[in-house]
């Protein structure tokens, strides 16, 4: 039986006066592949913060790879949660090549002061690889397109060898090829590395195919979760967003088609 790797418990968030999270609770197993969309500033990053041990509880429990999130225990538990954030601007002097920007990954791992040996090395190489950006190894990490860089962001949280693998919109700001090619590798490489991913996204179009469930938020709530093929319709996505069911069955014409 598939074991929990995600346990959230009536989770409420809140900064300053804003309040991210209001009460949220989900159930993540292990190799899942679970989509999180909504609307900006439903608390979708807030909820990946809370898993990596970066957010801060109000209230309710979080519990990761089985064990508390909140009490200590947080350097352990980062060391198997990768995470990957939207396209940064790397400044092109940046003096670090991609096969050194993918070690840093691995120095989560090392601790900082001690010097990464072959069995690293390799590691990167190998991770660097399965990215499809070995050719670029060596170039200056600010000489990438968006696309390519966040091959290395792939890279460099997989060089820590992770157990789950977190997205922050990794798509967003890249062109529609760069996007397709970058859901399709996340996807292999959780097929391939057997990992449990939670990927939040604004690319709706491509969540069908790659997602086991979808978590739908709004207004720091979870709105709805289940399979894409019942969610994913134009009628809860014009609920989601509050657009006119036109507006949406417009936009995304073959999810209008495919709806229940
Ligand atoms: P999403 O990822 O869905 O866009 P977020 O989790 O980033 O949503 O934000 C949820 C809410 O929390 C928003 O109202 C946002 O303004 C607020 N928020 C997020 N991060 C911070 C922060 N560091 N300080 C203050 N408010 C924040």
Redesign the pocket.
């Known amino acids: 039986m598939a074991e929990t790797v995600i346990q959230i418990e009536n989770a409420v968030v809140s900064?300053?006066e804003?309040v991210?999270l209001r009460g949220v609770s989900l159930r993540v197993m292990s190799g899942e592949f679970v989509g999180v969309i909504?609307?900006?500033?439903?608390?979708?990053?807030?909820?990946l913060t809370i898993v990596n041990g970066l957010g801060k509880l109000v209230s309710g429990r979080v519990t990761v790879l089985g064990k508390p999130v909140a009490n200590g225990g947080r350097h352990e538990l980062r060391k198997q949660v990768g995470y990957v954030a939207q396209v940064d601007n790397i400044d092109p002097r940046m003096p670090m090549s991609v096969r050194e920007v993918v070690m840093v990954g691995r120095y989560g791992v090392l601790g900082l002061f001690k010097r990464p040996g072959k069995r690293d090395w390799a590691i990167v190489d190998e991770a660097l690889e399965l990215v499809g950006m070995s050719h670029l190894a060596n170039r200056p990490i600010g000489h990438l397109s968006g696309g390519e860089q966040q091959r290395v962001s792939i890279a460099r949280c997989l060089s820590q060898e992770p157990k789950l693998f977190l997205l922050?919109e990794p798509t967003a700001s890249l062109d529609w090829k760069a996007q397709t090619e970058i859901l399709e590798l996340v996807k292999r490489i959780h097929d391939e590395r057997h990992l449990t991913t939670l990927f939040?996204t604004h690319d709706l179009d491509a969540l069908p195919h790659t997602c086991d469930r979808v978590v739908l938020?709004k207004e720091?709530l979870i709105f709805a979760e289940g399979s894409p093929d019942k969610l994913i319709s134009a009628e809860s996505l014009s609920r989601l967003y509050d657009l006119p069911l036109s507006v949406v069955e417009e936009r995304h014409p073959h999810i209008h088609k495919r709806k229940a």
Do not use: E, F, Q
């Open positions: 900064y300053r804003d991210a909504g609307p900006n500033g439903s608390g979708k990053t807030t909820l922050d939040v938020m720091g």
